[in-house]
């Protein structure tokens, strides 16, 4: 297992720009998950896919958020018209179905929006 | 209302002591999961332990220790023989419901310090 990789691993854009991320899961993991993590806090839940089905959304995720598992394997993040509100470092985590409870992270895309 | 809360922003502890790290939680739901995880300056979050409502015993895992205080939503996590590389950030965090949500809702978080 190589662990959960996310590219970039930083990202600095201006405002209204758009920005995709990557998260590569273990393989075989069914499960994928997006968190925002934004300074002195914990992580706040975004997405989540089981396979290919966008199962869950967090009202975090505003209509500029938009998240992808085409085929089942890595996902995307797509952030439009970035604002200054969105720098933050972003999380990805997969788990296993059989043991859903145990979500493995990913080292995390860090955003900067100037 | 905060459905976790980690009081301790801080704690020090000296190389080789025990120390706890305090969480409690807020849930109706009488199926839910409660977590810890570490997260070191490099950013990635660790898994630590998990904890199950219906579970009986406490969890351990190796010097880790979860005290699950069920009536007083408490779910303190115990780091025993603290090594230098326990510095980090914790971060207690619950799952609501069995086969439900899957999202994990987490604490502020406490900063450990080992000293030598």
């Known amino acids: 297992d190589t662990g959960v990789s996310q590219n970039p691993r930083h990202k600095i854009t201006k405002r209204g720009q758009n920005v995709t991320f990557r998260c590569d899961p273990i393989?075989?993991?069914?499960?994928l998950y997006w968190y925002r993590q934004t300074l002195g806090q914990g992580p706040e839940f975004l997405t989540y896919?089981?396979?290919?089905?966008?199962?869950?959304k967090s009202r975090l995720l505003s209509d500029r958020f938009s998240a992808e598992r085409p085929k089942g394997s890595f996902s995307t993040l797509e952030i439009q018209r970035t604002e200054q509100g969105d720098s933050a470092m972003y999380l990805c985590?997969?788990?296993?179905?059989?043991?859903?409870?145990?979500?493995?992270f990913g080292p995390g895309t860090r955003l900067t929006v100037t | 209302a905060q459905k976790i809360t980690q009081t301790q922003p801080g704690m020090f502890v000296q190389e080789k002591e025990a120390v706890t790290l305090d969480c409690t939680y807020d849930?109706?739901?009488?199926?839910?999961?409660l977590f810890w995880y570490k997260q070191p300056s490099s950013g990635e979050m660790i898994f630590l332990i998990y904890?199950?409502?219906?579970?009986?015993q406490n969890a351990t895992e190796g010097r880790y220790s979860l005290n699950f205080q069920k009536a007083r939503k408490s779910a303190n996590l115990v780091i025993s023989a603290s090594q230098l590389g326990d510095s980090a950030m914790y971060f207690c965090?619950?799952?609501?419901?069995?086969?439900?949500?899957?999202?994990?809702?987490f604490g502020k978080g406490t900063k450990l310090t080992v000293n030598p």
């Open positions: 985590a997969s788990s296993d179905l059989g043991r859903s409870y145990e979500q493995y």
């Open positions: 393989s075989e993991h069914n499960r």
């Open positions: 896919f089981q396979n290919e089905a966008q199962l869950e």
């Open positions: 849930t109706s739901d009488p199926s839910y999961g």
């Open positions: 904890q199950g409502s219906y579970d009986q």
């Open positions: 965090a619950m799952r609501e419901g069995q086969g439900g949500s899957e999202k994990l809702v």
